[in-house]
């Protein structure tokens, strides 16, 4: 793999199904609550409370509400069933632990049932921002407060399925784009500013304000098929951002049938994630100063 500098948040690099062979066929395992320690806890600690310092004014409504009406706090790495009771009082979905990474058709059959798959280790203290697996921290701050909004609960659970068909399809890499550019690298308009909704941004104080306050990245309004087609990043911050107008925008794309889409989209091009098209509503267009200095060093 590259070589990775700056990595502040789990960005799912590495292959699924890196670990070995599973207890369970659905590769879930006990959290183990009891079994942390205290360092552990203290990492959580020092992650909860730099997030939550940075996240008012920068991430969406949805995301603080959902946050607060949670049973989660610094003190604590939470614990998976309690929180679980108030998950699913409020939209039906549940937390369960798994290892890390799990493999694709795994990871899918879960979000199609409602189950979202967290990590059930924390990141060292030596890799406060650096990590390559999700852990805890990615999984539950960055992704359980959204999962309490109906919305984006009903998206997620219609990616699980629409990655089942994609996977049987041999086009998973599509789809993944636009989970990539949605649930973990999000953007939406809010009355008072752009938001951040995505748990890859919401769980990285540098992407935290990179994504929202740097002049570098693109900014882009979210369009499905030019998101199919586009590149990311999975060792850096992202070089574009794509923004919706308003949450509800993720309803309509549960409905959509990606099928025709995906025939659509054969042998078309694909695009760098820094790229800027024609057909771009572009809400600020970024210098890439950020990523075009990291490009400078690395061909010096
Ligand atoms: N496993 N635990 C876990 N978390 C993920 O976000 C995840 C995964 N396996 C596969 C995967 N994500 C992605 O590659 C798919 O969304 C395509
Ligand atoms: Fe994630």
Same mark, same amino acid.
């Given at each position: 793999m590259l070589q990775q500098q700056l990595k502040e948040t789990a960005k799912h690099g590495l292959a699924a199904g890196e670990a070995q062979a599973p207890e369970r066929p659905d590769w879930t395992i006990d959290q183990g609550w009891a079994r942390y320690t205290q360092e552990e806890h203290g990492v959580w600690r020092t992650? /909860?409370?730099?997030?939550?310092? &940075?996240?008012?004014g920068r991430a969406c409504d949805e995301f603080i509400r959902g946050m607060q009406d949670l049973p989660i706090g610094p003190e604590q790495i939470p614990d998976f069933e309690q929180m679980s009771k108030v998950l699913k009082k409020r939209t #039906?979905?549940?937390?369960?632990?798994?290892?890390?990474l799990v493999p694709d058709e795994v990871f899918f059959e879960h979000l199609a049932n409602r189950r979202f798959p967290a990590g059930q280790f924390i990141r060292k203290p030596h890799e406060?921002? =650096?990590? $390559? $697996?999700? !852990?805890? /921290?990615?999984?539950? /701050?960055?992704?359980?407060?959204?999962?309490?909004?109906?919305?984006?609960?009903?998206?997620?659970?219609? =990616? #699980?399925? #629409?990655? @089942?068909?994609?996977?049987? &399809?041999?086009? @998973?890499?599509? @789809?993944?784009r636009v989970y990539w550019y949605t649930v973990e690298f999000g953007l939406v308009q809010q009355s008072d500013g752009l938001r951040i909704y995505g748990a890859g941004i919401a769980s990285s104080a540098s992407e935290t304000r990179f994504s929202v306050e740097s002049d570098s990245p693109n900014r882009v309004r979210f369009d499905l098929e030019r998101v199919m087609q586009t590149? =990311?990043?999975? !060792? !850096? /911050?992202q070089e574009t951002y794509f923004v919706l107008g308003h949450l509800d925008e993720l309803l309509e794309l549960a409905k959509i049938d990606f099928a025709p889409i995906y025939e659509r989209l054969k042998g078309a091009p694909e695009h760098d994630a820094g790229a800027v098209l024609p057909g771009d509503s572009v809400v600020t267009r970024g210098t890439l100063a950020y990523h075009d200095a990291k490009r400078q060093v690395a061909h010096a």
């Open positions: 992650l /909860f409370e730099r997030q939550s310092k &940075l996240l008012p #039906g979905w549940e937390v369960v632990a798994v290892p890390g406060l921002d =650096y990590l $390559e $697996e999700p !852990d805890v /921290f990615h999984d539950v /701050f960055g992704h359980v407060p959204m999962l309490m909004n109906p919305v984006i609960a009903d998206y997620i659970q219609a =990616y #699980g399925e #629409g990655g @089942l068909r994609a996977y049987r &399809l041999g086009v @998973l890499e599509k @789809l993944a590149n =990311y990043r999975i !060792d !850096d /911050f």
